[in-house]
């Protein structure tokens, strides 16, 4: 097996992967990326980490069918809420039509390898994909 990393900091790869949120301490505001400030309260107390839910609800979702040479279209771009933290992903393991998806739908993060550069080392990404029961 090929050694692997996360594409993301904030994707933690583990028998069960999870994403990781920065918490501003002084309002809970969560954000993904490094921060020396909170964008929502300006604090500069500190951020602690928090290890979000791997299921969530679908909050609106788009199917994209152009994109940048190499990409593979069509496929849907969604916003997932995870209790309270909004992750912007793509929606994967489901056809990208629009009977197949609906707002509020509950799904799961799964994690897939993009393939091995030349030293052999796999990036692992994160999507969401729907959760047992999740299509109607």
Not at 78 to 95: C, H, K, P, W, Y
């Amino acid at each position: 097996m090929a050694a692997q990393i996360p594409l993301v900091d904030y994707l933690v790869l583990s028998e069960q992967p999870y994403l990781i949120a920065h918490e501003c301490t002084a309002c809970g505001s969560r954000f993904f990326d490094r921060r020396n400030a909170c964008a929502a309260c300006g604090s500069r107390t500190g951020f602690a980490d928090v290890e979000l839910p791997d299921e969530g609800t679908l909050e609106t979702f788009t199917i994209v069918s152009v994109a940048a040479p190499g990409v593979p279209v069509p496929y849907v771009a969604g916003v997932i809420d995870l209790a309270g933290t909004t992750v912007r992903a793509n929606i994967v393991n489901v056809a990208p039509e629009p009977d197949r998806l609906h707002l509020g739908m509950k799904v799961r993060l799964t994690t897939f390898a993009l393939g091995p550069d030349r030293e052999g080392v796999d990036a692992i990404a994160f999507g969401f994909e729907p959760a047992e029961g999740g299509l109607r």
